[in-house]
């Protein structure tokens, strides 16, 4: 409920086992100085795949990481992009096209309906071991779209986020310790489960002595995981290789959060994407969508005993809908 993933190691049932993504040693990284270093190290990662002949294909959205990314792969290279009736990719959709017509990419849509959710979710929660964040039937339903297409290996953007600067909510001020916390959880305990546990246990190693919170370093280690995790598993459900060329990369000097808060976030990736379409003007960042908003709009809540009677589903995000929904169907398929 609280971070949308499992943060620790676990057993939740008998012979379910939960592991979480390792991530890549600091001293194993790729210091970044600017722009052309981001560049040098997506151009060799590419080059390398495409030099022992991998049918390469790419997770395209509308957004400047994975357009980059794509902006290094040959003509003819397969871009998987999602689409909803719900409406709520058309954002994406419009852009990612001119991406595709600009690249010569060939690109396919995957289509999310809650036929998916429901079909696919038990597939990578059974993989996980636990309950999964909403984005993972999505990916896995493009991969799986991948290998029919004899795609070898998907190339994402997911880490440039994490690495450069991207979450610029969070980046947007000092967080006092309480008051990060109450911004951090996804989704409260105390508001929709009978018997919550305390989960402030996260946060205490990063809490200062002046009451606020050491964010940045805990957002290096929660946060990155939480999203690292959820692709990892995706794509290792459906058997489908992958590679993100920004994840093993680190800023060479500290983020400057002055010029972050000023609305440059990503800066470096910003200076790139201008470098890779000169002609294309930047666009804001989005989040990738789920059409969970549309999906959840009218379903009256969970029914197990574990959670409360009194939620007010009204007043929960699509986001917060999808998480009570996935403990529950978790629940109802491993607690019998």
């Known amino acids: 409920m609280a971070f949308r ?6 057993e939740y049932f008998e012979g379910l086992t939960h592991s979480n993504f390792v991530p890549i040693r600091d001293e194993e990284k790729v210091l970044i100085a600017d722009a052309n270093d981001i560049d040098k190290a997506i151009r060799a990662k590419v080059d390398g795949v495409l030099s022992r002949g991998k049918e390469v294909g790419i997770m395209l959205s509308g957004g400047m990481d994975s357009a980059i990314v794509a902006s290094y792969l040959p003509k003819g290279t397969r871009a998987y992009t999602f689409c909803s009736e719900s409406g709520v990719f058309d954002e994406d959709l419009e852009r990612s096209k001119k991406y595709c017509e600009k690249l010569g990419l060939r690109q396919r849509l995957i289509d999310i309906t809650f036929d998916d959710f429901k079909l696919l979710t038990p ?7 636990g309950p999964v964040h909403s984005i993972e039937p999505q990916i896995y339903k493009a991969a799986m779209a991948a290998k029919e297409d004899g795609v070898d290996i998907m190339m994402i953007g997911d880490g440039a986020d994490y690495v450069f600067g991207g979450m610029d909510k969070i980046l947007s001020k000092d967080w006092g310790y309480e008051e990060f916390i109450k911004r951090y959880y996804a989704l409260d305990p105390q508001r929709v489960l009978v018997n919550p546990k305390d989960m402030t246990e996260p946060f205490r190693p990063f809490r200062r002595e002046d009451g606020c919170i050491d964010f940045l370093s805990f957002l290096d280690g929660m946060f990155v995981n939480e999203s690292y995790s959820s692709y ?17 990369m680190k800023m060479a000097e500290p983020l400057d959060l002055v010029r972050i808060r000023r609305g440059e976030s990503k800066y470096l990736i910003r200076q790139l994407y201008k470098m890779r ?6 666009p804001e960042k989005i989040p990738m969508p789920r059409p969970v908003d549309v999906i959840f709009k009218d379903w009256d809540g969970p029914k197990r005993d574990e959670f409360r009677k ?6 929960l995000t699509g986001n917060q809908k999808w998480q009570l929904w996935c403990a529950e169907l978790f629940l109802n398929i491993y607690d019998k």
């Open 310 to 315: 009194d939620i007010d589903m009204n007043l």
């Open 5 to 10: 993933y499992t943060y620790n190691d676990c």
């Open 277 to 282: 379409f000169p002609d294309f003007e930047i």
């Open 232 to 248: 990892q598993n995706a794509f290792l459900s459906a058997g489908m290789p992958y590679m993100d060329p920004y994840d093993d």
């Open 123 to 129: 597939v990578v929660m059974k993989r996980k071991g």
